[in-house]
């Protein structure tokens, strides 16, 4: 009996060990979304996937460095993967998504999950419809696994940005990556330092790994700062590249959404997925000659060979670690064929970025703000003013007295949209900025001017905002891009000595997608200096087994 039980052991673990030879692994913290469709054809699920993603979240967001990002978890998620499995079963797939998870900045409208642009006033608010993107996501077949964080309004819609007084500082700051729905979320590169904004709940998760990639939202750098402090990929796109319709307004002159993710590739993928002319946002219409629906083509090694990339010197020296890093950047771009050159920004144009940008941007906030919220259920605040009283009224109980503050501050400053003042901001600045940028691009004969997206790395949340003053703000050259309406894509460059991220930015003019994604790939692939946030380390779920 003992003979036998040897003789059919042996092929039986030789059968296990060919199973066992033919198994294949995914590690979601590494696979891009062209990994993860290779591995779908392979037998992978996108339920597992999901549920991995599920586990970080669980892991990392509201425990251990708690960074908290997620405002809301979609309790559908699960189920929506399992059916798109089924789909794909049937031989159905509809795409690059097919199956992806994706998290989205609360300012995008969803009709099934709440949308409250991080404000306890829109608590349970659940919107008409999608937003024109999200839209374009479902059909794709991406899984929404939640709903994160943001500076409330995004930021700017109620802020004392550009005040010069400590009192006004001090009462209308709002702490690095708070809102009064959301809370406070945390960087998980240092917990103790924020995710930047206004889409910091989006920058957090794709670097904490909690989704493959997120949307945010950009009037002035919130798509940018995030990914920049955060260490990870992202995109402004060219303003009318991207609908607007759904995108809880902040001042429209300005506004666009953009992908956020760990790699230049999935950037590329998800904006392919979400380009298109849509009839509700007439910006979208110049796009028709000009988009894409695949940019994937565009991503190849050698693009940068021949390019001729600006330096704009003008946005360094404010932080030895950053600088650092740049420099090695532009010699990693001189390596790659680059020719570079140094480019100075004309100094009316450094002049007009603080106080024409604030007053735009609070003009538009508060009478954008108040149509947006005329299209919402009964119950919820109906104005822009109603919104300001409800946060300084003591019995709503407002959990940002320094939002409450800053709405009010707006509300002062704030013109009437046929105010002349306004008009001239919007008409002649505009053209005047813009006129300004294309003269750089021209004199120096630009392909695209690479510059430290942030020029300092996350600050601490606990940072005494009046400390800047006198000093010296940051200066970024963000702020140009909407402006303008230009593109500008951010890659991860490297670390600073204390392990903060840096990236640079490749600003490029008008419907140049293609060309920045092919430089950013260039610069990704022969860097790949993307790293795994420390506070956020490697699950044994992260490992998929199919």
Known sequence: MKALRVRIAFPLIAALGIAAAQAETLDIKTASIADLQQAYGQGLRSEQVVAAYLERIRAYDKRGPMINAVITLNPRALDEARALDAERKRGTTRGPLHGVPVVLKDNFDTFDLPTTAGSQLLAGSLPPDDAFVVKKLREAGAVIVAKVNLSEFAGSGG???????????????????????????????????????????????????????????????????????????????????????????????????????????????????????????????????YLKHDYTPDLKRGALKGARIGIARDFMGQDTGVDAVVERAIATLKSLGASVVDVRYPQYLLASQGPNYNLLVASEFKAQLTDYLHTLKPGFP???????????????????????????????????????SYLALKHQEMAAIKAGIDALFEKYRLDAIVYPTSPRPATRIDLDPTTLLGKGRPRSATSFANQTGYPDLIVPAGMTPEGLPVTVSFFGPAWSEPKLLGYGYDFEQATHARQLPRYTPALPSDVITY
């Open 382 to 420: 109906r104005s822009f003013d109603e919104v300001v009283a409800k946060a300084n009224d003591p019995a709503t109980g407002y959990r940002s007295p320094q939002k409450a503050f800053a709405l009010k501050y707006t509300a002062g400053l704030a013109l009437d949209l046929d105010d002349p």
């Open 159 to 289: 802020s004392v940005s550009g005040a010069d007084d400590q009192d006004t500082v001090r009462k209308g700051s709002v702490p690095n990556g708070f809102s009064s729905m959301g809370g406070q979320t945390r960087n998980p590169h240092d917990p103790t330092r924020g995710p930047s904004g206004s889409s910091g709940g989006t920058g957090a998760s794709i670097a904490a790994t909690f989704a493959q990639f997120g949307l945010g939202s950009d009037t002035g750098g919130s798509v940018r700062g995030p990914s920049s402090v955060n260490g990870i990929a992202g995109l402004k796109p060219t303003r009318g590249l991207m609908s607007r319709d759904g995108i809880v307004p902040l001042a429209l002159s300005y506004d666009t959404g953009g992908p956020m993710a760990r790699s230049v590739y999935d950037v590329a993928v998800a904006l392919g997925t979400m380009t298109g002319v849509d009839p509700a946002d007439p910006a979208t219409a110049p796009s028709a000659a």
